[in-house]
């Protein structure tokens, strides 16, 4: 069930967060629970349970690092129920981010929007799934103007949200070579959602 959170900003701009899994819904069944596992492969289940353990025990140890994780390929479909299924297992709320009402033209108006996801994140411990991220999260350029080195600015700030907020976000793209390599190290895990029948 989908249901929609709004966040007010400064002027006539509205910041929309999709609610995509929400505990106050009810359970997933046994049975639809098995099915969005069997659209996963091995190595995709494995990789969840990987992020599954290392949340629960980040908990444990009170320990407030980040988890990041790039979901990349073309596979839409996977890479929503891979985010249900983190969301299911951890017992958190399930936040898609509307990345178009976020990136601003305006200096400093993108960083603004970005801290006011993740306090509304960090107020309901939700999951965060920045969807088609690839526009800005894309390789950072060589520097040759001010759009360049504030381009970059925004990714670095966005990182820097990512390590510091107290749960699990999700960056979901299509092409992992479009993706800087740089920004990558710093996501702790990823995984891979191929077309059907490639390996």
Excluded at 41 to 49: A, G, I, R
Excluded at 91 to 98: F, K, P, T
């Amino acid at each position: 069930m989908l249901k929609n959170q709004s966040l007010a900003f400064r002027g006539s701009a509205t910041l929309i967060l999709t609610l995509v899994v929400g505990l106050t819904f009810g359970t997933v069944p046994e049975s639809a629970a098995r099915a969005q596992d069997s659209a996963l492969s091995q190595p995709q289940q494995s990789t969840l349970k990987e992020i599954i353990l290392e949340r629960r025990e980040k908990r444990r140890a009170k320990q407030t690092a980040g988890i990041g994780v790039l979901f990349v390929g073309p596979q839409d479909k996977q890479q929503t129920t891979a985010a249900q299924m983190l969301a299911k297992e951890l017992g958190r709320d399930l936040y898609r981010v509307d990345l178009s009402k976020i990136v601003s033209k305006y200096i400093g108006e993108t960083e603004k929007n970005l801290r006011q996801v993740f306090a509304a994140a960090q107020a309901s411990d939700s999951i965060l799934f920045f969807d088609e991220a690839d526009a800005l999260f894309g390789k950072r350029s060589e520097v040759k103007d001010s759009h360049d080195r504030y381009a970059n600015i925004e990714i670095n700030y966005l990182l820097q949200q990512i390590e510091k907020y107290d749960g699990v976000t999700i960056i979901a793209a299509k092409r992992k070579e479009s993706i800087d390599q740089a920004f990558m190290r710093r996501l702790r895990f990823i995984v891979v959602f191929q077309h059907p029948g490639k390996t």
